[in-house]
């Protein structure tokens, strides 16, 4: 260390850039910001299976109300036949 000229790379900045630079670094990592990439890969598929997920959920609900319109189109039909064959037959329903 004694061949190292540390009055050089103190006048220069070189030594305090460093330990700012390393002073980002942790303070990045502990604010949360700088992560490993197998945690937002697996932060990634958690969002789309669960995206996927809602997106059947969905499909399955709209298929839902499409039956029970076309269920409730069915009853009005048949509400529509009974008063007519009330009427026809002298009752009222």
């Keep these: 260390m ?3 000229p540390w009055q ?3 006048a220069g900045g ?3 850039t460093l330990i700012a630079m ?3 670094v942790v303070r990045s990592i502990l604010t949360g910001r700088l ?3 197998s945690a937002v890969d697996d932060i990634r598929a958690d969002r789309d299976k669960w995206e996927s997920a809602w ?3 969905q499909e399955t609900l709209a298929a839902i109300d499409d039956r029970l319109d076309a269920n409730t189109e ?7 036949l009974v ?3 009330a009427t026809k037959g002298g009752t009222s329903v």
């Design 2 to 4: 004694a061949q190292v």
């Design 8 to 10: 050089t790379l103190v």
């Design 14 to 16: 070189l030594v305090m």
């Design 22 to 24: 390393v002073g980002l």
């Design 35 to 37: 992560v490993p990439r």
């Design 55 to 57: 997106r059947l959920q």
């Design 74 to 80: 069915a009853l009005r039909l048949v509400e529509q």
């Design 83 to 85: 008063q007519a064959l």
